[in-house]
């Protein structure tokens, strides 16, 4: 893990109060095409990092986190899901590249949650304001409608 992608994920254990994992995350560069083909379903997104499961976090090649705030930011949040999933237990970490079983509607709106604070955090400490996470806030499960006969 370079020294970079360790302090960045320094950040994230710091402020998401998550423990040090035992092994770090791999993160892997990807073009964008990568993000709307699988984190997207094939639809152009602004996706531009992604945690799916396992121990990779992948990050869009257009970014440079090294010399941008908030292309670090992003790695950030994504190394974030990575603690999380560690703290869920995932054995899926273990030698897979994705969740064996998927997180839950909430949990996974839960943790976007968390993710986009330390986000916020992250960037706010060193003294910037970027708009990160608004898109979640009209964000919610649908459940199935309960049986009419049952009410």
Request: a negative charge; proline letters at 6%; charged letters at 15%.
């Amino acid at each position: 893990m370079s020294d970079l992608y360790a302090t960045l994920l320094s950040w994230a254990i710091t402020l998401s109060g998550y423990p040090a994992p035992a092994e770090p995350p791999v993160v892997v560069v990807k073009p964008h095409a990568f993000f709307t083909e699988q984190a997207c379903h094939g639809q152009e997104c602004k996706v531009l990092g992604w945690y799916a499961g396992g121990k990779n976090v992948y990050i869009d090649a257009s970014l440079d986190p090294e010399n941008n705030l908030f292309a670090s930011s992003i790695l950030v949040h994504e190394m974030v899901h990575y603690l999380q999933g560690v703290a869920r237990g995932d054995d899926a970490l273990k030698g897979g590249v994705a969740f064996n079983i998927a997180p839950s509607c909430e949990q996974s709106i839960q943790w976007e949650h968390q993710a986009y604070a330390v986000q916020r955090e992250y960037i706010l400490r060193y003294g910037a304001y970027l708009p990160v996470g608004a898109s979640m806030l009209h964000v919610h499960c649908e459940h199935a409608q309960a049986d009419p006969a049952q009410r």
